[in-house]
């Protein structure tokens, strides 16, 4: 059905500008996301690209780490491919790149992934030789763009949220520089430490599994790559009963890495979830939501980010303790102004987490229709008519 390539095993020297250096940081859910991935020089690019070029309609996926994850090559960027990372070039006359894509995703496959993977002594990886003799259901081909046509407008609609809520997330910030920048500053705000604002916690030891344990472990990677939790990829652990109620995260409760990734932070922002966080992070409190918003709108400047650059220790891994998390130095303004913002950021933010919830169910779907279509116990035009009210 395709042929197999990996990527080089190693690393060129990162640049602010050029090709793409594609992470398996970028595949997530089915997308690129090339806010994951750098770039590298065009004598780099020339090296790393000898043994194969993405081209649009490749399947991207991770061969170490991040199993399962994989996503479609598009048009319109010059790239090569990182470490652990492969790549499946459709054979057209037998398989349609996204339904491909489909199939790798789908519940049957993950499965296969998860059966066939070899244990390595640190890193679980795809046998790339074996890879071409695994198993995958491929209808014929008209079937297969039929199909990929329908569940397509769900993908669809899952880029048009991804946008929403990343457009959302942006105005949460912006709102955050109009209300409390310098020039609006006045004689009733105070100087002061962050300190001040929040008191510190480190968190909890424990190994994470994807077995629904216990609550779920919240890590470092699961803060630093987007301005949300995504919370059905955050892993579980074991935890005893007293040990929760210290751990147990809450609404409003600030999480800061203070390792692997020092300063990226995170709010709590549901109450659904039943979680506590790892002790890579450090649980900033505040006195109220109206207080946490500020905190975290802090966190996520630009003063803050300098102050960071500025304070990490460490020759091998950089990393901040609590108090130097909390140590940074700010202006802070009165109670009614830290509350006008509050009231102008939470819908925003509400908004958002409405949108991430509709892409998981529509997500859900996709993968519920795809073997029933497959299998003949859907027809397209019923499937039609579900996707019709689901977007």
């Known amino acids: 059905?395709?042929?197999?390539?990996?990527?080089?095993?190693?690393?060129?020297?990162?640049?602010?500008?050029?090709?793409?250096?594609?992470?398996?940081?970028?595949?997530?859910?089915?997308?690129?996301?090339?806010?994951?991935?750098?770039?590298?020089?065009?004598?780099?690019?020339?090296?790393?690209?000898?043994?194969?070029?993405?081209?649009?309609?490749?399947?991207?996926?991770?061969?170490?780490?991040?199993?399962?994850?994989?996503?479609?090559?598009?048009?319109?960027?010059?790239?090569?491919?990182?470490?652990?990372?492969?790549?499946?070039?459709?054979?057209?006359?037998?398989?349609?790149?996204?339904?491909?894509?489909?199939?790798?995703?789908?519940?049957?496959?993950?499965?296969?992934?998860?059966?066939?993977?070899?244990?390595?002594?640190?890193?679980?990886?795809?046998?790339?030789?074996?890879?071409?003799?695994?198993?995958?259901?491929?209808?014929?081909?008209?079937?297969?763009?039929?199909?990929?046509?329908?569940l397509g407008a769900l993908d669809d609609k899952i880029a048009v949220n991804d946008r929403i809520a990343a457009t959302l997330d942006d105005l949460s910030h912006v709102l955050f520089s109009k209300h409390f920048s310098p020039a609006a500053k006045s004689q009733d705000w105070q100087t002061g430490k962050l300190s001040d604002l929040c008191g510190t916690q480190y968190g909890y030891t424990a190994s994470s599994t994807d077995a629904s344990i216990g609550p779920r472990l919240l890590r470092v990677k699961d803060i630093n790559k987007e301005n949300w939790i995504d919370w059905p990829n955050v892993p579980y652990c074991q935890i005893s009963a007293d040990k929760f109620d210290k751990y147990r995260l809450g609404r409003g409760d600030i999480v800061v890495a203070r390792m692997a990734d020092p300063g990226k932070s995170a709010i709590v922002e549901e109450d659904e979830e039943e979680a506590v966080f790892a002790s890579y992070l450090v649980r900033l409190k505040t006195a109220s939501l109206t207080h946490a918003y500020f905190v975290w709108g802090f966190l996520k400047s630009e003063r803050y980010q300098d102050y960071v650059a500025a304070s990490k220790s460490g020759s091998v891994q950089s990393n901040m303790n609590a108090k130097a998390i909390v140590g940074a130095s700010l202006d802070i303004p009165p109670q009614e102004l830290m509350q006008k913002h509050f009231e102008m950021v939470d819908p925003l933010r509400q908004k958002l987490l409405a949108v991430l919830r509709e892409s998981r169910a529509l997500v859900a779907l996709r993968d519920q229709l795809l073997p029933e279509l497959m299998s003949g116990r859907l027809q397209i035009r019923e499937v039609e008519k579900v996707i019709e009210e689901a977007v």
């Open 1 to 150: 059905m395709a042929e197999v390539f990996d990527g080089p095993h190693a690393t060129p020297v990162k640049t602010e500008e050029g090709p793409w250096f594609l992470s398996i940081s970028s595949l997530i859910s089915g997308r690129l996301e090339l806010s994951e991935s750098a770039h590298l020089s065009e004598q780099d690019f020339k090296h790393w690209t000898r043994r194969v070029t993405p081209s649009p309609g490749d399947i991207l996926f991770s061969y170490e780490t991040r199993l399962g994850e994989a996503a479609l090559m598009p048009g319109g960027i010059r790239a090569a491919l990182g470490r652990r990372m492969g790549l499946l070039r459709p054979r057209r006359e037998l398989v349609e790149p996204r339904f491909l894509l489909l199939a790798y995703l789908s519940p049957d496959f993950q499965q296969v992934i998860q059966t066939r993977k070899i244990h390595g002594a640190t890193v679980d990886r795809i046998p790339l030789v074996e890879l071409p003799k695994w198993p995958i259901r491929i209808p014929e081909l008209s079937t297969q763009r039929r199909i990929s046509a329908v």
